[in-house]
C-alpha cells in the first residue's frame, strides 16, 4: 500500500525567503505524485503533479518539485515566498489500482510566512 | 475556481440523524471521489465513483453510502451520525480515466460537517 510522509508539521519562512517542503512517498511502482495548497476554509488546489518523464516539474504560482526516485522524495520548491503563500501544503501519490484511482496524502505541513 | 461544487457549504446536525452531501463534477468528468478532512485522521479517501459505478472504496463506514446519478453528480449519505463523524468533506472530480490511467483530482470546497 502507498504511503506519503511530510516530516514537517509546521514552518515559518520570511517574505521573500526561499522555501523547501520535504515530501516521502512509499509505493512500489512509479508513483503519480502531487502538490496540492489548502487556505483557510477553502478546498484543495492542485500546485503540481508529476506523472513521468522530466523530474522537475513547474507548477502554478511560481512553485515547482523535483522526483528523486533513489530518495523516494518529491520536495516543493519556491525561490520566493510570498505573504500570500501562507497555507497548508499535502503532497500525495495516486496509485491506480485496475481502474480505480484514489490519492493517499500526507499529514500536511502548515507555511507561516513573516513579513 | 475548481468546477466542482458542493453542498451545503455547512451543515450543523444531532447525533443520530441523517444527512445527504452534494457534489456535482467538473464538466465532463467522469469520475467522482469523496474524501473526509478530519484533525486526528487527516485527508482519507472514501469512495470513487465512474460514470456511476463503484470503483474505489476506501475508509468508508457502513453507515456512509454514496451513489453517482445519470447526470454524473454525486451524493454523499452520513446516518446515525457520531461526534466524531464532524469533518469537512470533499468531492473531487477527474477526467475520464483509461484503464491504468490516471488523471489529476479537482477538489470542491467542501462540506463542514458539525455533529452536536
Known amino acids: 500500500a502507498q504511503s506519503v510522509t511530510q516530516p514537517d508539521i509546521h514552518i515559518t519562512v520570511s517574505e521573500g525567503a526561499s522555501l523547501e517542503l520535504r515530501c516521502n512517498y512509499s509505493y512500489g511502482a512509479t508513483p503519480y505524485l502531487f502538490w496540492y495548497v489548502q487556505s483557510p476554509g477553502q478546498g484543495l488546489q492542485l500546485l503540481l503533479k508529476?506523472?513521468?518523464?522530466?523530474?522537475l516539474v513547474q507548477g502554478i504560482k511560481g512553485f515547482e518539485a523535483e522526483f528523486k526516485r533513489s530518495q523516494s522524495s518529491f520536495n516543493l520548491r519556491k525561490p520566493s515566498v510570498h505573504w500570500s503563500d501562507a497555507a497548508e501544503y499535502f503532497c500525495?501519490?495516486?496509485?491506480?489500482?485496475?481502474?480505480?484511482?484514489?490519492?493517499?496524502f500526507g499529514t500536511g505541513t502548515r507555511l507561516q510566512v513573516t513579513l | 475556481d475548481s468546477g466542482v461544487t458542493q453542498t451545503p457549504k455547512h451543515l450543523i446536525t444531532a447525533t443520530g440523524q441523517r444527512v445527504t452531501l452534494r457534489c456535482s463534477p467538473r464538466s465532463g468528468d467522469l469520475s467522482v471521489y469523496w474524501y473526509q478532512q478530519s484533525l486526528d485522521q487527516g485527508l482519507q479517501f472514501l469512495i470513487q465513483y465512474y460514470n456511476g459505478e463503484e470503483r474505489a472504496k476506501g475508509n468508508i463506514l457502513e453507515r456512509f453510502s454514496a451513489q453517482q446519478f445519470p447526470d454524473l453528480h454525486s451524493e454523499l449519505n452520513l446516518s446515525s451520525l457520531e461526534l466524531g463523524d464532524s469533518a469537512l468533506y470533499f468531492c473531487a472530480s477527474s477526467a475520464r480515466d483509461r484503464d491504468r490511467g490516471f488523471y489529476e483530482q479537482y477538489f470542491g470546497p467542501g462540506t463542514r460537517l458539525t455533529v452536536t
Open positions: 500525495a501519490v495516486g496509485a491506480p489500482t485496475g481502474t480505480a484511482s484514489k490519492l493517499t
Open positions: 508529476y506523472f513521468s518523464g522530466d523530474t
